[in-house]
Each structure stands twice: as structure tokens, then as C-alpha cells.
């Protein structure tokens, strides 16, 4: 273990990295940073495609070494960023001086005011998040998913016809088969992915209140919402929210959370059944040479994944509960609540 896990508060970047630290690249400050910087720098391509005609001169094969500034994005880029914020004191606009930073670079300084044009900084954190939260759900949650589906299954098809005695209440109850009460788990968890991949990843977009009213002063030939609606549902792949405030309401999101709520909720109650069936004698634990069960007894060999498994599904869900509960509310046109809970957004899932 390096010894900035040892001394991280979070078990999530301390105890537990081995098993978090793939979420890292979707959920960590720095990650958010990269997110917000390929937002701004795809739009900054989609304007020129309009095309703007202060940029219709813009040379399209520049456009790689642009997606090459978030694509190889470092630790020393994001360090960067934090160095101008800390001056800035604002997180989004220390990225628009960074990537106007890079235009100089590149020579072509001419051209970067048109970075962030008539943007409010829910425009970038408000399609940059629900992108990462698309992304992680499709690199790491998915994978893990079908991964442990596949060994239910297994089990539930190994086990199909082994006998075991029901318990209702506690006490004995008519027989029944093991493999068809892993089979009620399969079944639980798959209607809960059915109804997951039925919402959509919701992104806003629209200036400052969410009317354009920038975009259509400066430009009220360009139909801007057909030009965001392409944008965010082509470029980036979300669902653009048509009327909002200034920021996104954050309903979609919440319904993700209360789904993955639901499947971690199945999957306690999946760990209690199996924890119970051990206590029972039903299934007997592997030893591992090496690993000790108890600091005073040593025979013994305690469900300790299981458990473990309990615990943070139970924290996961308390959080989950929290961002559905208090993201979709905020006062008038938008306060500043949404912004410290959505940083947040990775622990449930490293818990998960």
C-alpha cells in the first residue's frame, strides 16, 4: 500500500484503492478537470464547423492537436489548472485560461476568445459530469455487472437441482431448490438493469438561464438549439434537457441513483441470505492458507465478505439516497448547492 493510501481519510483511496483506483480516471479532481477541458474544446470545434464566421478560416487540421490537449492530458496539466485557480478562484474559468494557454501555443491566439463563447460554467459541469458518469457506468460498472451475473447464473445452473429446506420466519418451511433461489436474485437485478438502461444520461446546455441569451445576441441567425442539440446528443453522446434554468434539474439523475440504489439493496439482501445460509451450515467458506479468521480464535472463518459487501452497499445507498433527495432542488433559477454534492458522485460507486 503507497503511503498516500495509508494516510488518505477515505477508505475508498486508503483501505479499499486496490480495489477503487480504476474510478479514479472518471471520478478524481484531475479527471473532472480532463472532462471539463474536452467539453470546451469540442465545442470550441463545433463552432468552427457551424461555422462561426469569425472562424469558417480555421484550419480543420488543427483539430487534432486540439483533442490531443485533453487526450493527453497529465498530472502536470491538472496541477496547472489548480495553480491558475488558486488565483482565479473559480474551477471552470481556470480551465478556459489553461486551454487559452495551449492556443498560444499552438499559435493561434487569434482564435481563443471564442473558447467558453457565451457559455455559463453549468454548460461545462453539467455536461462534462453526466459524460463521466455515462462513461464510468459503461468502462467499470457494466463490466463488473455481467461479471458477477455470469457467476450467478453459474451457480444457479450448478445448484438446480439441490434440494434445501425453506425458512420462513425463521423457522422450517416447505423445500425448496437452491439453484431457483439464486435464480430470484438473477431475476430481481435483471429488471432493475432493464429499467437502468431506460434513462437517459441528461445534460444541459442553453447560457447563462438557459435561453441563449448570449448566443442570440451575438448571433441571432444560428438556430442555437438545433446547433446544441447536435452537439450535445452527436458530440458527446447525452440527452440535452430542452428547457431549464441554469442549470440541469437533475431529474434523470436522480432516477439513475434511486436505480442503483435498488440493485445495491438486492444485493444486501443477497449477502444476508448468503451470510445466513452460512451461519446455518448450509455452505461452508474455502480456508485460504495464511488468512486468520479471528485474533482469538483461530479455527474459526467468518463471512467477512459478505459482510464487508453489506456495510458499503449500506453507505453507497445512504449517499445515493442523499444526491437523488437533494440534487433536482435548487433555489430559483440555480444556487450553488448542486455543485459540492455532484463531486461526490464517485464515492457511492467506489462503495458500490
Known sequence: MSLYALNAISP????????????????????LIKYRLRVEVEYFISLCELPLPQLENFDAKLYKPLRKIYLEFSDDDAQEVKEIESITNHDVKAVEYFLKERFDRLKISEYKEFIHFALTSQDI????????????????????????????????????????????????????????????????LERQMGLLNMVPFSAKFGGATGNFNAHHIAYPEVDWVAFSNE??????????????????????????????????TILIDLSRDIWTYI?????????????????????????????????????????????????????????LTDSTV??????????S
Open 231 to 264: 452537439f450535445v446528443e452527436e458530440t458527446l453522446g447525452l440527452d440535452r434537457s430542452q428547457v431549464t434554468t441554469q442549470i440541469e434539474h437533475y431529474d434523470n439523475l436522480a432516477a439513475l441513483f434511486d436505480n442503483f440504489k435498488r440493485i445495491n
Open 12 to 31: 475508498v483511496d486508503g483501505r479499499y484503492q486496490s480495489k477503487t483506483k480504476e474510478l479514479s480516471s472518471y471520478y478524481s479532481e484531475a479527471a
Open 125 to 188: 459541469n453539467n455536461t462534462a459530469t453526466p459524460l463521466l458518469i455515462k462513461e464510468s457506468v459503461e468502462d467499470i460498472f457494466l463490466p463488473n455487472y455481467l461479471q458477477m451475473m455470469e457467476k450467478l447464473i453459474e451457480l444457479k445452473d450448478e445448484w438446480a437441482n439441490i434440494p434445501l429446506l425453506a425458512r420462513t420466519h425463521g423457522q422450517a418451511a416447505s423445500p425448496t431448490l437452491l439453484g431457483k433461489e439464486i435464480m430470484v436474485f438473477i431475476e430481481r
Open 342 to 351: 455532484l463531486r461526490n458522485v464517485g464515492v457511492p460507486m467506489a462503495h
Open 279 to 335: 451461519s446455518m451450515n448450509y455452505f461452508k467458506q474455502k480456508i485460504k492458507k495464511g488468512e486468520v479468521g479471528s485474533s482469538a480464535m483461530p479455527h474459526k472463518v467468518n463471512p467477512i465478505d459478505f459482510e464487508n459487501a453489506e456495510g458499503n452497499l449500506g453507505i453507497a445507498n445512504a449517499i445515493y439516497e442523499h444526491l437523488s433527495a437533494k440534487l433536482p432542488i435548487s433555489r430559483l433559477q440555480r444556487d
